[in-house]
């Protein structure tokens, strides 16, 4: 279980300096979680809280259009982050635009959006967290 979390921790490194302490304030925040091949872990429409870190696995981001068909818009694989590309609406919620759907069993990590938001605001340099989180998302 620690791999995964190790594998995380060399992911944010990347991005944005740490102390320990603050590494190990933010990892405490977020869970490992298991997948199956054919969950639907994000539902386009559904309000999000979470972003998610695949350690193992693929998913898949799609929408269903209206005549039914199934559009595929991308596919995340291992050491990539993954969301539903969710937007304010009036409710300021974060709602999908995509469903996000494991195409093999899964490991990820589940990190809240108030964790990231944390980093973000109170350490240094955190909001180039938030900004690669946003660019390496935005590939629809």
């Known amino acids: 279980m620690l791999e995964h979390f190790e594998i995380f921790k060399r992911f944010l490194r990347n991005f944005v300096q740490m102390s320990e302490a603050e590494m190990d304030n933010f990892i405490q925040q977020c869970d490992r979680v298991d997948f199956l091949k054919g969950d639907c872990i994000i539902k386009a429409g559904e309000v999000q809280h979470n972003l998610y870190f695949i350690t193992k696995g693929i998913v898949r981001n799609f929408i269903q259009t209206d005549h039914g068909e199934t559009k595929i818009y991308n596919f995340r694989l291992e050491k990539m982050t993954v969301t539903g590309y969710a937007h304010y609406n009036a409710k300021d919620n974060l709602k999908a635009l995509v469903n996000v759907q494991c195409i093999e069993d899964c490991i990820m990590i589940q990190i809240p959006f108030v964790?990231?938001?944390?980093?973000?605001?109170?350490?240094?340099?955190?909001?180039?967290l938030g900004r690669y989180i946003f660019i390496l998302n935005t590939n629809v």
Request: proline fraction near 0%; avoid cysteine; charged fraction near 15%.
């Open 115 to 128: 964790a990231i938001q944390y980093v973000i605001n109170h350490i240094q340099f955190g909001e180039r």
